[in-house]
């Protein structure tokens, strides 16, 4: 499965918008392209995305075959305590990338 990188905040104020911003290195293949002898490149594509902070989930997107190579998603949330914002991203295959960052309110 593909690397995750995330951008968030390490501090926030009680119940302030936060922007979490995450980028996917990832081919998400279509399954419409043809190799160099003319046979179809399987389907293989991030088709889900979550996100739980404090146990509480916060987003969640599913993905189609349209979506560009090396996805860009970004999301805001109130922070209501200091916790674990919990990301995961599921494969085709049920491969999964799970990265957790945690915000601490000050």
């Not at 119940?15 to 490149?41: A, F, P, Q, W, Y």
């Not at 991203?89 to 999964?96: C, Y």
Request: hydrophobic share 40%; charged share 25%.
């Amino acid at each position: 499965m593909a690397k995750a990188r995330v951008k968030a905040p390490k501090t926030a104020a009680a119940g302030e918008l936060v922007t979490i911003k995450t980028l996917v290195n990832h081919k998400m293949e279509s399954g419409r392209r043809k190799d160099g002898d003319g046979n179809l490149i399987p389907r293989k594509i991030i088709n889900a995305f979550s996100a739980t902070f404090g146990g509480e989930e916060v987003v969640s997107a599913k993905f189609e075959p349209a979506i560009s190579t090396n996805p860009y998603f970004q999301f805001s949330f109130n922070v209501p305590a200091t916790g674990d914002l919990v990301m995961k991203w599921t494969d085709d295959d049920g491969s999964t990338v799970e990265q957790t960052k945690t915000i601490t309110v000050a």
